[in-house]
């Protein structure tokens, strides 16, 4: 039988449906991460600007792991030239409101000026402030504060509620509602997963990084040129073995389990219930200052690295998991996406319309159990596309066999076709197949992706990647610096930053606990 039979006979049954707008309410949301560089193109020191409002309390701009890494953040739309518009219009605020700096163009960080260069993010006085300056802190004991800088996009993405439903309802399906719903979206995961070496591959923008980001350190990586490494045919260094990865999974044997909720929660709830005597050397405490909310394997859920994660909404100081097992899964969160150096959004429409048709695949494509040969695959073919994946004849591994990645790459593009045809239904327009084309050139010609044009730009103008990326940062700043920014974008911006101020001094208000009481009563959550 057709390996995709129960991809067709779900697409055959939607497409049969009276309710033609059933696919048209998808929630779509972005964040994207940045550094602010100063004018000679190093890590900003200054403290993240007082006119951009409370880190620890803004809905739509706060920082990340430093100061200067800045983090935008649209709310969910069902359109995604809104979510675009917003982030856009955001962005627009942000350089209103910078003091003679940039904000950085590409996921990998500009040249480092060794660990103490890079300044710890800060959230203000209150329990729930220092506990995320604390976790930072330690993510640098951890991983080292130079790897946290790597920047990404991340695409937030939920079915409309009709959605569910009425695929339960051809499905058959007995469990409650909820319960489908959780178990629709762990299908969806597990095949973004096993298939998730595309987004990369497609969309990878860091094959070549600044030597200074390796500290001195040994590398297999090729030299570009005396202030740059690369690998001629990588398409994101970001996703590969110099990125940010829980490096101790080899020695404590954790790896989040996507079998179904109960057993994701379970696994993380372990992780971060369990001590690890590689953290343990660091301390909790300091000359009495935190060095880490617990010396266990995690610290919390976010630390564990994934490509994708399930997500809900949290209710206050409330833990991911517990979210979880209340509420179960609202939507998911894929971070596997570069920024892409060539917008100066970070990210186009038709990147986005290609990712809500991927991870709709994915959740209507056959889903079954990921077992250790098959996990080992994935990581296998994650790796492989970060480092080489644009070598002709690249060969995966799939079940057990070889293939290569462009005969997978398009065995997925014609059977997302389908997909695209039904996101497009009522669109004369047609964007989905559109982007659909042109990421099915992409598989067929690697010098098209974002990662080959990086390369053939810097080899062209003899550029280090450096000077690549800051000659890109330079030109988005113009085109953000000529924006107009309408009177009701500004006041919607003012308010929220008004607002973020008046909650931070709220919190600072509320706290009567000490912070080691603050981090029992965190944990305690059941």
Partial sequence: MHKYHILRKRLKALLEQPESQLLTGNQIGLEKECLRVNRSGS?????????????????????????????????????????????????????????????????MPCVVAGESSIPLARYGHSNAGTMKTVYRRALGHRYGRVMQLIAGVHFNFS???????VLQDLEGDQQSLQDFINTRYFDLIRNSQRMGWLVPYLFGASPAVSKSFLLGGSTTLDEFDESTYYEPYATSLRMG????????????????????????????????NTPYVGYEKFGLLKDGKYQQLNTNILQIENEYYSTIRPKQILQGN???????????????????????????????????????????????????????????????NEMLTAHRGRMQGLNLSRNGHNQTLQDWGMEIMQEMAVVCQLLDADNPEKPYTAS?????????????????????????????????????????SHYYKNLHLSAQQEQFHLQAVKASREKQREIEAADNISFEQYLADYFAQR
């Fill in 43 to 107: 890590i900003a020191q200054t403290a993240h600007p007082e006119a951009l409002g409370s880190a620890l309390t803004h809905p739509y701009i706060t920082t990340d792991y430093s100061e200067a890494l800045s983090e935008f953040i649209t709310p969910p739309f069902s359109k995604i030239s809104d979510a675009l518009d917003f982030l856009q219009n955001t962005q627009k605020f942000v350089y209103k409101n910078l003091d003679d700096e940039i904000l950085w163009a590409t996921s």
């Fill in 159 to 165: 079915l409309t509620e009709s959605f569910w439903p």
């Fill in 241 to 272: 073995d110099i990125g940010y990865q829980n490096n101790k999974e080899n020695e404590s044997g954790i790896k989040a389990c996507y079998k179904n909720i109960d057993s994701y929660i379970s696994s993380l709830d372990w992780a971060i």
């Fill in 318 to 380: 409330e833990k991911p998991t517990i979210a979880l097992a209340k509420r179960g899964v609202k939507y998911v969160e894929l971070r596997s996406l570069d920024v892409n150096a060539y917008d100066p959004l970070g990210v186009n429409e038709s990147q986005v319309y290609f990712l809500e048709a991927f991870l709709l695949f994915c959740l209507l494509h056959d889903s079954p159990m990921i077992e250790l040969q098959e996990r080992q695959e994935i990581d296998h």
């Fill in 436 to 476: 659909l084309n042109k990421q099915t050139e992409r598989v067929l010609n690697p010098d098209m992706t974002p990662s080959a044009r990086m390369l053939d730009d810097m080899h062209q103008d003899s550029e280090s990647f450096h000077r690549f990326a800051e000659r890109m940062s330079r030109q988005h």
